[in-house]
Nanobody
């Protein structure tokens, strides 16, 4: 079972930045991808960004140019750098892990999920 631990959420004013981290452990797959998802109250969970083990990335249109996903293989960590934050980015953010080739933004492909970290952006 893959374990995922998120950190880095918090509160920020519009236009500010936050950096989310996801530390993964308990896997030995050579092909995998990891993603960040978010869910706001009353809304469905949506894919934000994903990265595969080769470094290929995929972004939701709503965050392109503002968010950057990266990975540190030495620490088995995936980072989501969020800049120019908007109030509509407010949500619980989840890290997820999937085996195979990606990177995909559909939650149904992901087998393992973190507990989530809250991001709140005030206007």
């Amino acid at each position: 079972q893959v374990q995922l631990v998120e950190s880095g959420g918090g509160s920020v004013q519009a236009g500010g930045s936050l950096r989310l981290s996801c530390a993964a452990s308990g896997y030995s797959y050579s092909n995998y991808y990891m993603g960040w998802f978010r869910q706001a109250p009353g809304k469905e969970r949506e894919g934000v960004a994903a990265i595969d083990s080769d470094g290929n990335t995929n972004y939701a249109d709503s965050v392109k140019g503002r968010f950057t996903i990266s990975q540190d293989h030495t620490k088995n960590t995936v980072i989501l750098q969020m800049n120019s934050l908007k109030p509509e980015d407010t949500a619980m953010y989840y890290c997820a892990f999937a085996r195979g080739r990606g990177p995909r933004l559909f939650q149904y492909y992901y087998d393992n999920w973190g507990q989530g970290t809250q991001v709140t952006v005030s206007s």
